[in-house]
């Protein structure tokens, strides 16, 4: 479960990313998290990752309170974190079984269960004859399906993808959003995205944001610019 | 090792600067070690020696050379007194001369003088015994080794002060190459490390490649400066013989042992090669510290 309760993030020179922001999200929900740019969705992400600290209000993240937690917290916190990325965050020196194999050795798995799990998440995901292949071969869809296999293999109770189809055509970007279609119900899948077509036409819980401040929280709904 | 090599191929005069540093540092600091033993192993030879020698001319009988035995015992500054015969002088000087009969030949005990070796209880005495000795009738000749052993003193206490201060400063440059060049890989891997501590690595976790990195190069730093200085001494063994015949053996005083440095043996190889092992894998440890410590602040 993930609550924010009045969460505020003031930045130095005064401007807020969020204004008393509260939510919570139960277990293995689908989220999308929508608004203009500037609402608050990356902000949000962010302090989910613990990249942000809040200036104000709690963030409860399976049952712990990461306002204020130590480093080695926060390296568990995020070892159960999936995130993507808009920038697809995909290191270009490592072939892909490497870089989605990455995300299991931090988590401490012996070779041949690294191997037996990412060969079963890049089959998900649709690369598994690609897994030699380095990253400079690929489309930007391809890699964006690497950078998904990565945050999903191994132990992860949550997802969280921050304009996964930012970077990508209309086409590609469905193909993506099929794949987080086929996690739903396994984690908590937290997307931030402005595209109005994906969000309206998957039907699951909204949250607009709006210059900071949380206007709607719709349980099944659409959304519009 | 496939990470190591491939960090190494991507960055080769980074990693060489850092190697050579840590080759030189290692290497003169064993030239350093090696020869401070070997000068601290010559001061205990000359030690061990009898510090001052009296020769009497070969006809003077014994109870002149007892009388100046039982005097300077009775002085309280002697430590030891040793008395040897023409006799025992001739076999001492058999067997110093085995391999040669044709001086074994020309020489017979009557020629040989009679000694008397002497052991001062403190070097300071050594200049009184020696001026007693010269004014005793019958005396041929007094050898004296305070010169010496007061000038190896003073070359081991220049040597190893000097030592410390290049041996630091040593350390220091190599530790300070060392995490400049790591730093700068760091620097290009900056996107790499941010993502794993996104994806949740811990420190160890980050700093692992980096370290394993300088500890290949510790290590095969020390490895090499060992087998170049192995070579060089092989080489020259001859010589050193040569030089250093009629010295049994040299052996260092380390805390409760003896370490026989002369001749070479195993057992002091296998100490260079662990000290310098030992240094090359702390010069690394702690500069691959030093280079990673600012990249893993959250």
């Not at chain 2, 410390?164 to 220091?172: A, M, N, Q, V």
């Not at chain 2, 890989?185 to 790499?192: G, R």
């Not at chain 2, 013989?241 to 026989?260: A, E, Q, R, W």
Request: hydrophobic residues 45%; contains cysteine; charged residues 25%.
């Amino acid at each position: 479960m993930i609550v924010f309760d009045k969460v505020t993030k003031k930045f130095p020179l005064g401007n807020f990313a969020l204004n008393e922001v509260s939510f919570e999200i139960d277990d293995n929900e689908f989220i999308f998290l929508v608004g203009p740019s500037g609402a608050g969705k990356t902000s949000i992400i962010k302090l989910i990752m613990k990249e942000l600290s809040p200036t104000s209000g709690s963030i409860v993240i399976d049952d712990e309170d990461i306002s204020s937690s130590s480093f080695k917290k926060i390296s568990r916190l995020r070892r159960k974190i999936g995130a993507v990325f808009q920038d697809f965050k995909i290191l270009t020196d490592k072939s892909i079984f490497e870089n989605v194999a990455v995300t299991c050795q931090i988590q401490n798995l012996d070779k041949g269960e690294t191997k037996k799990r990412v060969r079963e998440t890049l089959s998900l995901v649709g690369l598994e004859k690609k897994e030699k292949v380095f990253p400079v071969q690929l489309s930007a869809g391809e890699l964006q399906r690497v950078a998904i296999a990565r945050a999903i293999v191994g132990e992860k109770k949550f997802l969280v993808a921050d304009e996964p189809t930012g970077n990508l055509d209309p086409k590609t970007s469905w193909e993506i959003m099929k794949i987080f279609k086929k996690l739903e119900g396994t984690k908590t899948i937290i997307i931030a995205t402005h595209n109005s077509d994906i969000v309206n036409s998957f039907q699951k819980r909204v949250l607009v944001l709006k210059e900071g401040k949380l206007v709607k929280d719709k349980r099944s709904g659409g959304y519009d610019l | 090792m496939k990470e190591v090599f491939t960090s190494l191929r991507r960055t080769p005069y980074q990693s060489m600067a850092g190697f050579f540093v840590l080759f030189f540092t290692l290497f003169l600091s064993l030239v350093l070690f090696i020869s401070l033993s070997f000068v601290n192993g010559f001061l205990s030879y000359i030690e061990t020696r009898p510090q001052v020698t009296v020769y009497f001319q070969p006809k003077t009988p014994e109870n002149n050379i007892f009388k100046v035995r039982d005097e300077l015992s009775n002085s309280g500054k002697i430590l030891s007194i040793k008395y040897i015969n023409q006799k025992q002088a001739f076999e001492i000087y058999k067997s110093l001369n085995k391999d040669n009969p044709l001086l074994l030949e020309m020489v017979s005990a009557d020629i040989l003088p009679p000694s008397l070796e002497i052991y001062a209880l403190k070097p300071v005495y050594l200049p009184e015994i020696a001026e007693y000795l010269k004014k005793q009738g019958n005396v041929d000749e007094v050898q004296y080794q305070k010169d010496i052993v007061d000038r190896l003193l003073s070359l081991t206490n220049v040597l190893r002060k000097g030592s410390l201060i290049f041996f630091s400063y040593l350390i220091l440059m190599s530790i300070i190459v060392l995490t400049t060049t790591t730093s700068f890989k760091i620097a290009l891997k900056k996107d790499e490390i941010e993502l794993l501590r996104l994806l949740g690595a811990s420190n160890s976790f980050i700093r692992k490649p980096f370290l394993n990195e300088s500890l290949f190069m510790g290590i095969s730093a020390s490895v090499l400066s060992f087998l170049i200085l192995i070579t060089f001494f092989l080489y020259f063994n001859p010589f050193l013989k040569g030089y250093l015949v009629g010295v049994p053996s040299l052996s260092l005083d380390l805390y409760m042992t003896k370490l026989n440095i002369w001749p070479l043996n195993i057992v002091f190889f296998a100490i260079m090669f662990s000290l310098s092992l030992l240094f090359g894998c702390i010069i690394a440890v702690v500069s691959s510290f030093l280079a990673t410590r600012k990249y893993l602040k959250v």
